[in-house]
């Protein structure tokens, strides 16, 4: 586990946090490995001892979910012959873009100006070409700015996430300029 800071360019002011998980895999059982002991012994200073409590995986979902639906193309495609991991947080975008346009959202609907405070993610399993993959989503019944999502194949699950929103719309914000 690897926690650094993404900050502003200049001025070194920390913008947000992450936290990175890796995994080594064997290309000939596709299972995790070890990873090489040159590895661990070289990034030791940037490990934590265990997972920050948001990569926890989602165990169950309400009564009450959307769901939108995706065949993986190949422009999803690594060169690993398997879905990109990026390509996971695209499909959780059109997710809530379907949630907010059939009205599923009962807070995040009615929020002017959304700021993401928070996100965590899980990649569980690996997905491949033309997989058809069904994207649970919802809305946390305790805190309403918060969204849950889980990708499912063929009813297992291979991505959890969470996005939680800003209550305070009015926080300073860096933005950044292209």
């Not at 926690?3 to 070194?12: A, E, H, Y």
């Not at 070289?42 to 769901?67: D, I």
């Amino acid at each position: 586990m690897f926690q650094g800071d993404i900050v502003v360019p200049g001025n070194s002011t920390a913008v947000a946090q992450h936290y990175v998980q890796m995994v080594h895999v064997s290309t000939e059982t596709r299972r995790p490995i070890p990873l090489p002991q040159w590895v661990t012994e070289k990034y030791r200073h940037l490990s934590k001892s265990s997972p920050p409590e948001n990569m926890q995986p989602l165990t169950s979902w309400p009564s009450r979910v959307h769901k939108y639906c995706v065949t993986v193309p190949q422009r999803d495609i690594d060169v690993n012959q398997h879905t990109n991991q990026a390509s996971y947080v695209k499909y959780v975008e059109e997710a809530i873009s379907g949630g907010l346009r059939s009205g599923f959202y009962t807070v995040l609907g009615q929020i002017t100006d959304p700021f993401i405070e928070k996100v965590g993610m899980l990649y569980r399993r690996e997905t491949l070409l033309g997989d058809h993959l069904e994207v649970l989503n919802w809305e946390d019944s305790a805190e309403p700015r918060k969204l849950f999502f889980q990708i499912l194949k063929n009813s297992n699950p291979v991505f959890d996430c969470f996005i939680q929103y800003s209550e305070d719309s009015s926080k300073e914000r860096t933005l950044a300029k292209l």
